[in-house]
């Protein structure tokens, strides 16, 4: 495929993109354009079973490295077993995924401009086709945000490691620089992805420590490293407070978003695949109506999800306003022992009006004076 023979260009080639062109693969011809030569490089992505519907797990599948029956988080003092199945998808699996897929292809180059009718790219050369801006989170006056940052190595172990089940939170660690805990995926029984996971108010983080933390960790669990495989970094937003409609207002109305650039991620979780798959949905639904018709469509839904996520992001204003950074982590603690379905609903950005009373009831993790002074969610925009 030509750059000039395509339907479809997406600017940007990370999750949100890769997914998109998954979801549309046979159907039309889409150009992947990315400044990066492996945009997907360093990466894995992970979500729960009900994330997902049926439908969307069908076409995700191909996509899936590894998908496990539950999950397990351990605390001070206190380990459950959550029967949620989980899944995660890497660099290697959704490349895989897309590599000669009929009308797919890629493109690395820089893009300058991006208009409704297509793209300019740095050499001066335009693409023809429905353009969509799947650039990546970049900073906004609408959102206020704290910080879910790591560092991960896949590590081949000398002997199996003995998880059935990913271990998606061990908060039984020091903690630092705010909420600290180990993410472990167990791909097989000797490949296993440590993570050194943070919730903090910086996003800086030192790879030499988180390094070396790993292999203390690693260690103290008698595994015996043979290979670091691979290691992956980042640094994912959490929002505190979202303006949606001054945030939309600053758009172009006729050029479709997608990704961390539409702001399209859980507010407290981070996770971002659920809201990928949703959005390769509607492009699959739209895109033949044209530029202006998707892009409506997209902020739509964008502007209905982020009005349903208020309650998320106001439990992220407790968690990094109302807790002091060494005390987040009693209040994760303290939700995690809530019953299943309320924490499976919430992952899914689901809960009822039952599941907010019940978190927000009871003996409170945080001073309530802060958590008081958390509920408000006004945050002043400049009108652009």
Not at 74 to 88: E, K, N, T
Not at 331 to 358: C, H, N, W
Request: net charge neutral; glycine share 8%.
């Amino acid at each position: 495929m030509t750059a000039n023979s395509t339907d479809i260009v997406i600017v940007g080639a990370g999750l949100s993109a890769s997914l998109a062109a998954l979801r549309l693969a046979g159907a039309t011809r889409v150009l992947l354009v990315d400044q990066r030569p492996d945009p997907l490089a360093g990466h894995t992505w992970s979500f729960h079973a009900d994330d997902v519907d049926a439908a969307q797990r069908a076409w995700l599948a191909p996509a899936i490295r590894r998908a496990w029956d539950g999950q397990d988080v351990r605390f001070p003092g206190y380990d459950r077993q959550l029967r949620a199945g989980y899944a995660s998808v890497d660099a290697e699996s959704l490349g895989a995924a897309l590599a000669g897929l009929p009308g797919v292809s890629r493109l690395t180059a820089r893009v300058t401009s991006i208009d409704a009718g297509g793209v300019v790219l740095a050499d001066g050369s335009r693409i023809d086709a429905l353009a969509i801006d799947a650039r990546g989170f970049a900073p906004h006056p609408a959102i206020q945000v704290r910080f879910q940052k790591f560092l991960g190595q896949e590590l081949r172990l000398a002997a199996p490691h003995g998880l059935t089940r990913p271990v998606i939170m061990d908060a039984t660690v020091p903690q630092q620089d705010g909420y600290r805990f180990f993410y472990l995926l167990p791909f097989d029984d000797t490949r296993l992805l440590i993570e050194a996971t943070y919730y903090s108010d910086g996003a800086a983080l030192s790879a030499a420590d988180q390094r070396a933390g790993i292999a203390d960790y690693a260690a103290d669990h008698g595994w015996q490293v043979d290979e670091i495989e691979r290691e992956e970094s980042g640094v994912l937003p959490i929002a505190l407070r979202f303006d949606a409609d001054a945030f939309w207002r600053a758009r172009p109305q006729d050029i479709p978003v997608i990704g961390l650039r539409a702001m399209r991620f859980h507010p407290l979780t981070g996770y971002s695949l659920p809201h990928a798959v949703r959005s390769a949905d509607l492009i699959a639904r739209h895109w033949r109506q044209g530029p202006h018709a998707l892009a409506q469509a997209l902020r739509r839904d964008s502007l209905a999800e982020a009005k349903a996520q208020g309650f998320y992001r106001l439990l992220s204003r407790m968690l990094f306003e109302a807790a002091d950074p060494d005390e987040r982590r009693h209040v994760m603690q303290r939700f995690y022992r809530l019953p299943e379905p309320l924490i499976e609903r919430l992952y899914a950005g689901r809960s009822t009006l039952a599941d907010k009373a019940r978190i927000l009831t009871g003996r409170p993790p945080v001073p309530v004076g802060r958590a008081l002074r958390c509920l408000p969610e006004t945050l002043k925009v400049k009108p652009a």
